[in-house]
């Protein structure tokens, strides 16, 4: 015992590297992208116990095969299911190649995805902030006649948080069916409003619950999503969460986010979305009906297809997407993120469209919520300079929408960032819009925010101090793991 005691910190420096060897190992036989790997091994091989820690909250794919396996089977289960019993109509490539032929290579794509189909019938209003955001969605909520679906990563119980979750609650008891999917880890509504809640008869699931004791590798996995559906007829999808943080009546900082409010065939892919995401949280606690696939009403010609990805597809069907819509421009590529920490393949592509003489505009934050993301993107952006891509730093205060526009001809809207953990880690879905006028919009937006930035100039980005490309190296070095 005296010897232990003599020479404790010895013992678990010694310890600490054979876990840190055996993690190595583990990570080496994942065979994941080189960039992250390394990451992993320099952290857990520099950094006594700091690695380790990082590696147990994020490294690790606890029970990942097996829980998304089963949520694959789930899926594909219900989507048969809603397809079979409710016999909706889709649309078939065919019937549409005429109409957009310049983006079918896009559609074909996502067509083998069965939560992907294409739909015509469709009207999209364009949102800029929370504040309006609020005021349409508490309106339709109010509205609602049969049911309410919430499937959100951030609901908080603050001034704004407790007005909806209190609305839903009187829909509730009015007799109308609310189920509601917070993730457990982006959320925070207290146990008395839980409490209420349930009383209420709102159903309430929590995604992949985080117990503290069994901690391993669930900060990844996060359902990232923001989707609201009410009486199957109205679907809202985007970067705006249910917190005082995405409204500027009562948040300090403006915010600057888009949303989309969806009516038409749409809102059936983002129903069976949602219903394959209860379908696993609840256990298998599913009824659907009719009702929920009310008969579209819509006459406007909007042709949208909603994307989704996650651990649990097979494909980073938004990457993807992306990658493709990026490849096939001709004019010009307008992206607007708040974290711009790409893959290698999305870098290329928009390197060899700026150097193609396609305009390639990026808008990112100058300030961002998070230091690390704001050091990792800054780290992204000499290369793009370089060939040719138009940089923007938002000033006017935090931009966190996540658009894309391309040639007047696509857009899209949603939850996925440009970065690895929207690609490869969490669960995200977005809008993909085919329609001019659209399209249009999205750019006069864009073209606005533009007057709220400053363009970074290549000879001025390269002067920054040693100091800060340093940190950029370390956060980029950092990023595939947070």
Request: include cysteine.
């Amino acid at each position: 015992m005296e010897y232990i005691r003599e020479h404790i910190w010895q013992i678990l420096i010694a310890l600490n590297y054979i876990l840190a060897l055996s993690a190595v190992i583990a990570v080496l036989f994942k065979k994941i992208n080189p960039t992250k790997t390394l990451s992993y091994i320099i952290v857990l091989l520099v950094f006594p116990f700091l690695g380790l820690i990082v590696y147990y909250l994020f490294g690790q794919e606890y029970r990942k095969s097996k829980i998304f396996n089963r949520k694959n089977v789930l899926n594909q289960s219900v989507v048969k299911q809603i397809q079979d019993e409710l016999e909706l109509d889709t649309k078939t490539i065919e019937s549409v190649d005429e109409l957009l032929e310049e983006k079918s290579k896009l559609i074909r794509l996502l067509y083998n995805s069965e939560n992907s189909k294409l739909t015509i019938k469709n009207d999209v209003e364009l949102i800029k902030d929370g504040d309006y955001k609020m005021e349409l969605l508490f309106e339709d909520l109010r509205n609602a006649k049969h049911h309410i679906h919430i499937e959100y990563f951030i609901i908080k119980d603050d001034t704004l948080g407790a007005k909806f979750l209190n609305l839903l609650c009187s829909k509730a008891g009015e007799g109308v069916q609310v189920k509601m999917i917070i993730d457990d880890v982006g959320s925070s509504i207290s146990s008395k409003m839980k409490r209420k809640l349930n009383q209420s008869g709102v159903e309430l699931y929590k995604f992949m619950p985080v117990l503290f004791s069994r901690f391993t590798g669930k900060m990844n996995y996060r359902d990232h999503r923001k989707i609201a559906i009410i009486d199957g007829k109205i679907g809202y999808v985007g970067g705006i969460n249910i917190s005082d943080n995405y409204i500027n009546s009562k948040n300090k900082r403006y915010w600057r986010d888009t949303h989309v409010r969806i009516t038409g065939e749409a809102v059936r892919q983002l129903q069976i979305l949602f219903f394959t995401t209860w379908d696993f949280v609840s256990d298998g606690k599913l009824n659907i009906s009719k009702d929920h696939f009310p008969k579209n009403e819509i006459k406007e010609n909007v042709a949208l297809q909603i994307a989704a990805s996650g651990p649990d597809t097979d494909w980073s069907n938004i990457m993807e997407a992306l990658f493709v819509a990026i490849t096939n421009a001709e004019e010009y590529i307008y992206i607007t993120t708040p974290y711009f920490i790409p893959n290698d393949e999305i870098v290329t592509a928009l390197q060899v469209a700026a150097r193609s003489n396609i305009a390639v505009k990026l808008i990112v934050p100058k300030v961002s919520d998070s230091w690390i993301a704001e050091y990792a993107t800054n780290s992204y952006l000499e290369k793009l300079l370089e060939a040719g891509v138009e940089v923007y730093h938002y000033t006017k205060g935090f931009i966190h929408a996540k658009t894309i526009v391309i040639d007047g001809a696509f857009s899209t809207v949603g939850t996925a960032n440009m970065d690895y953990r929207s690609f490869n880690i969490n669960f995200e879905v977005n809008a993909f819009i085919y329609d001019k006028t659209f399209s249009e919009r999205l750019k006069s937006d864009f073209e606005s925010d533009l007057k709220n930035t400053e363009q970074l100039k290549l000879e001025t980005w390269m002067n920054r101090s040693r100091r800060k490309r340093f940190i950029e190296a370390l956060a980029r070095l950092a990023a595939p793991l947070l």
